[in-house]
């Protein structure tokens, strides 16, 4: 079975991330940047929260906060849950369905931030390996292998 170890190897272990007295406006303008969904909110190298596109629609925007002066800890999301890189992709997908999230950051047992995976990432990872699989299936029956 794959594991979350397989996309990272493939995807790269960069995370981005912002301090949480960074302003929302500041966090945006990275998102934009590197054209990404969320970023993680770190504190002496361990994971405090996550700051998504969501939270800018539902605790910024819809609570009429200014972008440019209320800080990302103010908005971010605290309750983070984290995989281990031997995570089962099956397990990661069901808990994204079930917690109705898009990013799950990969920490190994002592804490140490190993990459994030997002739905996008799980939905390409997915895709290439039954594109190969179809190529295989397709060469085996038609006698080419």
């Not at 939270?55 to 200014?66: A, H, M, S, T």
């Not at 103010?74 to 281990?84: G, L, N, P, S």
Request: hydrophobic letters at 35%; aromatic letters at 4%; a negative charge.
């Amino acid at each position: 079975m794959p594991t979350v170890q397989d996309v990272l190897s493939v995807k790269g272990e960069k995370v981005h991330s912002v301090t949480p007295a960074s302003t929302v406006l500041e966090t945006i303008n990275t998102m934009n940047q590197h054209k990404i969904g969320a970023v993680l909110v770190m504190h002496d190298g361990q994971v405090v929260g996550m700051f998504t596109e969501r939270d800018v629609l539902r605790r910024v925007i819809g609570e009429q906060k200014n972008p440019a002066t209320c800080t990302v800890a103010e908005v971010m999301t605290e309750d983070v849950i984290c995989v281990e890189p031997t995570t089962d992709l099956d397990e990661v997908s069901t808990i994204m369905k079930n917690r109705k999230i898009r990013h799950i950051p990969v920490c190994g047992e002592d804490g140490k931030l190993h990459g994030m995976v997002s739905i996008g990432d799980l939905n390409a990872y997915h895709a290439t390996n039954q594109e190969a699989q179809i190529h295989f299936l397709s060469e085996y029956i038609y006698g080419r292998v």
